[in-house]
Structure formats: C-alpha cells, structure tokens
T-cell receptor, first 111, second 117 residues
Framework: AQSVTQLGSHVSVSEGALVLLRCNYS??????LFWYVQYPNQGLQLLLK????ATLVKGINGFEAEFKKSETSFHLTKPSAHMSDAAEYFC?????????WGAGTKLIIKP | DAGVIQSPRHEVTEMGQEVTLRCKPI?????LFWYRQTMMRGLELLIY????????DSGMPEDRFSAKMPNASFSTLKIQPSEPRDSAVYFC???????????????FGPGTRLTVL
C-alpha cells in the first residue's frame, strides 16, 4: 500500500538560505507524486507533480523536486528562501483516485 | 476560472444544530472530494464523487455526516446533529479524472472553518 512520510513537522531556515523539505514514499507501482502548499487560512495549492516524464520537476515560486527511485524520495528544494515561502507543505502519492497525504511540514523563515 | 468555491467560509454553531457546507467545483471537472483537516488527524478524505455518484464514503465518520451531489456543479456536506468534535476546516476539491490511475491534479477550495460550541 502507498504511504508518505515527511521528515520534520517544522523546518526553520534563514531568509536567503536553501530550503529542503523531505518526503519519502512507499509504493508498489511507479508513483505519481505531488507537493502542495498551504498558506495560513487558505486551501491547498499545487506546487508541482511527478508523472514520470522527468525526474527533476520544476514548480511554481522557484521550487523544484527530484524523484529518486533508489531512495524512494521526492524531496522539495528552493535555492533561496523568501519570507513569503512561510507556509505548510504537503507531499502526497496517488493511489487510484485518492491522494495519500504526508503529515505536512511547516516552513518557518527567519529574517 | 473562478476555481473551487466553498460557502460559508466560516460557520459557528451550537452543538446539536444542523450544518450544511456547500461546494461548487471547477466547471468541466468530473470528480469531487470532501476533506476534513484538523491538527490531530491532518487531512482526511471524507467522500469521493465521480460523475455525481458517490464512489467511496468510507471516510465519513458516522451517520451524522451525509453528502450529496445533485448535479455536476454543486455538492453539499451536511452534519446533523453537530458536535464539538466536528470542529475543523472542511475542504472541497475537484479534478478531471480520465482514468483511476491518472496523474490528475486536485484543485482545492478555500475551505470552511467550522466551530461547534
């Protein structure tokens, strides 16, 4: 059965520093993987998704993620954090019609 | 595109009252999802509709919860009677599902924050 693990419920980085949010998945078949962002008091918004076309996926707001089958990982990165990146980030794997969600990681940006 | 529309955005009610949450999916989408988000349990899928038909309601907590989709542009989630433990943010999402294993994207509404006193 598919599942998703996000390491770290909270991640704190300084403005301008590298952002790395970790996501590991388990799946018995080649997965479709998603990263969503949730700003305070808003719904979830798609950042990017992996559909097996390319292992490095570029998303909105300067984020990207790399699919590594050998590590069963789909970590989210951004070279330089901005204050506006403060939000909660969710990784998810597709199972039939469902999205199986990670617990989420709150990204805190220090000035 | 207006996106997924939910109403009301906030609802405060007293225990025992009926609550109705509303959702208008994106035009042309054939699938609709109701989620509940709490600090303790995170995001939970409550029910999934495809072509207005409920496909999976295994996430509906109990008989107090019911959902309908009378047409492709409208869905409701009803709680009757409401209890304080139902307090949460309820999201509606829609997508265009071509096959069950496709990489379709779910688009979320802004959510309804429900507080049951």
């Amino acid at each position: 059965a598919q599942s998703v693990t996000q390491l770290g419920s909270h991640v704190s980085v300084s403005e301008g520093a590298l952002v790395l949010l970790r996501c590991n998945y388990s799946s018995s078949v080649p997965p479709y993987l998603f990263w969503y962002v949730q700003y305070p008091n808003q719904g979830l918004q798609l950042l990017l998704k992996y559909t097996s076309a390319a292992t490095l996926v570029k998303g909105i707001n300067g984020f990207e993620a790399e699919f590594k089958k050998s590590e069963t990982s789909f970590h989210l990165t951004k070279p330089s954090a901005h204050m506006s990146d403060a939000a909660e980030y969710f990784c998810a794997v597709k199972r039939n019609y469902q999205l199986i969600w990670g617990a989420g990681t709150k990204l805190i940006i220090k000035p | 595109d207006a996106g997924v529309i939910q109403s009301p955005r906030h609802e405060v009610t007293e225990m025992g009252q009926e609550v109705t949450l509303r959702c208008k999916p994106i035009s042309g989408h054939n699938s609709l999802f109701w989620y509940r988000q709490t600090m303790m349990r995170g995001l939970e899928l409550l029910i999934y509709f495809n072509n207005n038909v409920p496909i999976d309601d295994s996430g509906m907590p109990e008989d107090r919860f019911s959902a309908k989709m009378p047409n492709a542009s409208f869905s409701t989630l009803k709680i009757q009677p409401s209890e304080p433990r139902d307090s949460a943010v309820y999201f509606c999402a829609s997508s265009l599902v071509l096959t069950s294993g496709s990489s379709d994207t779910q688009y979320f509404g802004p959510g309804t924050r429900l507080t049951v006193l």
